[in-house]
């Protein structure tokens, strides 16, 4: 007896977990399943409660004659009801390898959804995550159980990368929507229907449909920065969270980051060199081509300065410029948070560099008159012997400044608040540093998933990462209880310190030299 009145609490939360019974959505059942079978390790209170639902069609095929085109809307499975245990198909992109033995197929457009709603009706906030470069939805750095644990119903997708997702070719112009005069940008569409299909189902999962943030780290940055910029997602979303991904339209790692475009001209001259390398004439051909033929050579392409998949300046899905989208307030006006980590865009951890390759590449950077003031503020002399620190300073302060500098001009047309953070702790079994991508278990408050020696000190600095990331998602506002205060970046001249300590810190000592540096320089 007194082990079943011990049962009882367990039994009465599976009892009402979503995964208990079949949700119904207009394309058919979907059967959940428990997130968790025992108690992960961290600081999850909810787990018996979280459902997850893994594998959702959001989309057709693209295969065969519907490669290179947007999505279409995923087939009805009307009077079945599908079983949602295993993870979908994953996008073919420019990655020849698949050491996690995915299985690559084209029809890949599906979703996943974690959520620990009692009830469907329980309305609760929704963030969507879009995943970095050469990567997938079904990662396990990526679990939303830790999210959902905290009353978020967490969201995940697949979408097209490499040339599969962003070919474009005037032959391709006959396929774009609404008649627009363009081509490209395929993963960008797959993207906004993603968010409709969110936006149109997720209240069947206890989910809000009013209140979906965007969110994404590197190349799942740009994502979120083209959702929140596009007219053709205007009213879908009330945040976007934005990691590793804006800098100021100024500096020139622009064009090499999360918020790289080519010219509509400068995309389809790309696509014809790439029907020519594949020795094909037309579109037709090359959608008759095998899946594993352009996964094959786009590997090879990508790995040269010359070949550059990423987004087509359309004028259609992507409104403008970067400059202008925030010069002429063409962006959803919603919060935003964003940010950098310590050793990404330059900063390298632990490098090995002598005094003439550091002076090599800052001549390489800076030139004229340029290069003796920057070296005023870091010369080799700054750190003593330690020339890698005064390296890795210069790139680290140049994120920082840059992320100010942009949220800056999002000010100036848009009266949302921007909160900026600069992650500088480095996880536990690695020698990279603070490294990119190195927030997210912590952010996710997942550290259950993945295998690095985590100690007490990183699920405590999970706990109130994910307490800042999860308050934004609720109210637009990082501060809660409990937590440090967190100023709006746009109205102060500090950024937040998150990892190694927590609160405003002020902007690097060479702010004005940066400023001034890229007011020079051509707008991204």
Sequence with gaps: MALLLALLPLASQAHAALYSTVIETPYGGVQGYPAFTSEPSGNLTHWQDIAVWKGIPYGATTAGEHRF???????????????????????????????????????????????????????LPVVMWSYPA????????????????????FVSYNYRTGSFGWLAHPELRADY????????????????????WIHENIAAFG???????????????????????????????????????????????????????LTLADAEAQGERYMEYLNVS?????????????????????????????????YYAMPATYYDTLRDGLAADVPVLTGNTKDENGAVFGLNIT?????????????????????????????????????????TDRSIVGTWLWAQLWATARSSPVYTYFWDHAPPGQDQGAYHESEINYVMNNLYDTDLPWTHADYAIAAQMNAYWVNFIKTGDPNGDGL??????????????????????????????FTAWFSGLPYF
């Design 69 to 123: 085109k947007p999505p279409r809307p995923a087939q009805p499975w009307t009077g079945t009801v599908l079983d949602a245990a295993d993870w979908g198909n994953v996008c073919p992109s420019a990655v020849s390898t698949n050491p996690n033995n995915y299985t690559i197929a084209e029809d890949c457009l599906n979703l996943n959804i974690w959520s620990a709603a009692n009830s469907t009706d329980a309305k």
């Design 134 to 153: 050469q990567s997938t939805a079904a990662d396990a750095l990526f679990d939303g159980g830790g999210m959902a644990d905290k009353g978020v119903v």
């Design 177 to 196: 929507p609404d008649g627009k005069n363009a081509s490209g940008n395929w993963a960008m569409f797959d993207q906004f229907a993603a968010l409709r």
């Design 207 to 261: 989910g809000d449909p009013d209140r979906i943030t965007v969110m994404g780290q590197s190349m799942g940055s740009a994502a979120s920065q083209h959702i929140l910029n596009s007219p053709l997602t205007r009213g879908l979303i009330v945040g976007a969270i934005i990691e590793s991904g804006v800098r100021d339209v100024q500096d020139p790692i622009c064009d090499e980051v999360a918020e790289a475009y």
């Design 282 to 314: 037309s579109v037709a051909e090359l959608r008759a081509l095998p899946m594993d033929d352009l996964i094959t050579v786009s590997a090879g392409l990508t790995a040269t300065a010359e070949w550059q998949f990423t987004a087509t300046l359309d």
């Design 355 to 395: 005094a003439a390759e550091y002076l090599a590449d800052m001549n390489a950077t800076f030139s004229g008159s340029w290069l003796d003031r920057f070296l005023d503020y870091y010369p080799v002399s700054r750190y003593e012997a330690d020339t890698r620190a005064s390296f890795n300073a210069q790139w």
């Design 484 to 513: 440090v205060e967190w100023a709006a970046t746009n109205a102060s001249e500090t950024v937040q310190q998150v990892g190694n300590g927590w609160g405003g810190i002020p902007l690097p000592s060479s702010l004005d030299l």
